[in-house]
């Protein structure tokens, strides 16, 4: 596989051998051994956390000192900013869902020093190339170097100087053994060599870390693109001919109008019944009508943003036509009030039947569908491309999952579900709490747990007894407790520091605060 030299203009296009042998490898080189030396401490034989801000630190690091003159202009600042504030939700949770995110940002921060990417439409290929390329870059740069060695005849110097010290190291090996046979003082030293730590410097699990930080760090250090045909512009799904019957100006404005006739009575019904509180027919709950239509309704909008991208294509009927125009955004204004409406309707049924993990997701992604429908009226206007359309998208979701990552998602579902439990309110027989899953989402519960404890008027003693002995399981992980309960004395359990979290960090603040379970009140039933 041959590496592209990093460029913009023509050249870019024309394969070319870059030699591996140079000063900046050397330098990037020295670069990758001290972050290894530092994730060797950060990583080997304790668990993730803060140490992964540290390593994310100290490649960006390493990257900008590597590229110290390239880093002028706004664009470069603003992707070093964004690359350090990748690397920081790792110091609130452990979320190794965020690492190829953070990676990614690290990853543009390289391109940009060095001179790969160009406006920010165009990011998407570069992108696509370097992260194809990257998995293999250790192996590929490896192969490379060996080659480049044969050329420069060291690989025949080596040879022929291991050679000459064949002799004179096998006979010195033979000597020091009758020496040390020989003599008591010689042997006593010999036997002071721990060979057992050199062992233990070679742990499997050690050199695992070694290898995958460096499989890591070392694409970023010295980027490379994937070789790629430059392709022509994309428009979208489909390119048809202008003048094309299927996809022509006719059929557009008889599609679109079609379209918007048939939302508009969807649109109608949730004004009705979820906006305007119309009674539904007899054995439909809110709840059901708003479970029916959740889901669908999001696929419905995906579909029509493929659609409009169509009718809305470069040199399409709906740049030339005023009429396709309005019935495009009319369309698109129907589908994010129906993504709206759906939002709506999973907040009905998570009122009915409790929040969790998945619905938060689902609400997530209804916001993104939302602002995607919205990015497209955008382009529109703004007489954008395509790939600015998809770039525009993925720094939206980007920016959505960096907000997510610093919500405890666990906390927030626990305090929802406890505040609108029939064990608290009364109200509602189907939502009681469930304190299986309240188990499964960890420790970041307990608070809400003691709030279910203090306030939960109608829960049998039963259900108090099981939900006190989960919460008390629950904070065992986090500190350790007094035997007798009238001492209010804690201590943490011993957490590295590398393993250190700022959430894991609150919840055991307010265990000190609060050690044991708090009193239940008295059942009213």
């Given at each position: 596989?041959?590496?592209q ?22 330098a ?13 401490g ?20 390493g990257?900008?000192a ?8 706004p664009?470069?600042?603003t992707l070093?900013?964004v ?8 110091a609130e ?9 953070a ?14 990417l160009?406006r ?5 290929g ?5 992260a194809?390329?990257?998995p ?23 040879i ?10 096998a ?6 053994f009758?020496?040390v046979?020989?003599n ?5 030293v010999?036997?002071m ?8 410097l070679?742990?499997?699990l ?13 694409p ?14 994309w428009?979208?799904?489909?390119r048809?001919?202008?003048e094309?019957?299927?996809f ?5 404005r008889?599609?679109?109008?079609v379209?918007?006739a ?12 979820l ?12 709840a ?15 579909l ?9 294509r ?5 740049e ?10 009319a ?6 009030w ?6 709506l ?12 993990e998945?619905r938060?997701?689902a ?6 569908v939302?602002v ?13 491309t395509?790939r ?9 979701l ?11 998602i666990p906390a927030?579902i ?14 509602g027989?189907?939502?009681r709490?469930?304190e ?21 008027k109608?829960a049998?003693a039963?259900?108090i ?8 399981n ?17 201590e ?10 700022w959430?894991d ?15 239940a ?5």
């Amino acid at each position: 596989m041959t590496d592209q030299p990093l460029s913009n203009g023509p050249a870019e296009a024309r394969l070319t051998h870059t030699p591996i042998w140079s000063e900046r490898t050397v330098a990037a080189g020295a670069v990758l051994a001290a972050i290894i030396v530092l994730a060797d401490g950060l990583f080997f034989r304790h668990e993730p956390g803060i140490s992964l801000t540290l390593l994310f630190l100290a490649i960006i690091g390493g990257v900008v000192a590597l590229q110290p003159r390239t880093l002028r202009g706004p664009r470069a600042w603003t992707l070093l900013t964004v690359a350090v504030l990748a690397a920081l939700p790792f110091a609130e949770f452990e979320n190794l869902a965020w690492l190829p995110f953070a990676l990614g940002a690290v990853s543009l921060l390289a391109l940009e020093l060095t001179g790969c990417l160009a406006r920010f439409e165009d990011w998407l290929g570069p992108i696509v190339r370097f992260a194809g390329l990257s998995p293999f870059r250790g192996l590929v740069d490896a192969i490379t170097l060996l080659s480049e060695a044969g050329e420069q005849k060291l690989g025949s110097r080596f040879i022929r100087l291991a050679l000459v010290w064949i002799v004179p190291v096998a006979c010195a090996a033979v000597f020091a053994f009758l020496f040390v046979t020989a003599n008591p003082v010689l042997d006593d030293v010999v036997r002071m060599i721990r060979l057992d730590v050199l062992v233990k410097l070679l742990d499997p699990l050690r050199v695992f870390i070694w290898a995958v930080v460096a499989a890591v760090a070392w694409p970023v250090l010295m980027p490379r693109l994937l070789p790629w045909s430059t392709a022509g512009q994309w428009q979208g799904p489909l390119r048809p001919r202008p003048e094309s019957l299927l996809f022509g100006a006719i059929a557009m404005r008889n599609s679109l109008i079609v379209f918007n006739a048939l939302f508009a009575v969807q649109t109608a019904m949730d004004l009705l019944f979820l906006w305007g509180g119309v009674r539904l027919p007899d054995g439909l709950t809110y709840a059901d009508y708003a479970h029916r239509g959740a889901y669908p309704l999001i696929a419905t909008a995906i579909l029509a943003g493929a659609f409009v991208l169509v009718a809305m294509r470069r040199n399409g009927p709906g740049e030339k036509s005023e009429l396709i125009r309005t019935l495009v955004f009319a369309w698109i204004a129907q589908n994010v009030w129906l993504v709206i409406s759906s939002i709506l309707r999973l907040k009905l049924y998570v009122e009915a039947y409790g929040l969790t993990e998945m619905r938060i997701a689902a609400g997530v992604w209804m916001a993104l569908v939302a602002v995607g429908l919205v990015l497209i009226v955008a382009k529109i206007v703004g007489e954008r491309t395509n790939r600015w359309l998809v770039m525009a998208n993925l720094t939206a979701l980007m920016l959505t999952l960096w907000g997510v990552s610093f919500l405890n998602i666990p906390a927030v579902i626990a305090k929802f579900n406890v505040e609108h439990s029939y064990e608290v309110t009364g109200q509602g027989e189907g939502m009681r709490l469930d304190e299986y899953y309240m188990g499964d989402l960890g420790p970041q519960v307990i608070p809400a747990l003691d709030e279910f404890l203090r306030t939960a008027k109608y829960a049998d003693a039963d259900q108090i007894k099981s939900i006190g002995m989960l919460r008390d399981n629950l904070a065992d992980t986090l500190i350790h407790r007094d035997i007798g309960r009238g001492y209010s004395w804690s201590e943490p359990v011993p957490v590295d520091w590398q393993s250190w979290t700022w959430r894991d960090e609150r919840l055991r603040q307010y265990l000190k605060g609060q050690v044991f379970a708090p009193d239940a009140p008295a059942a009213s039933n």
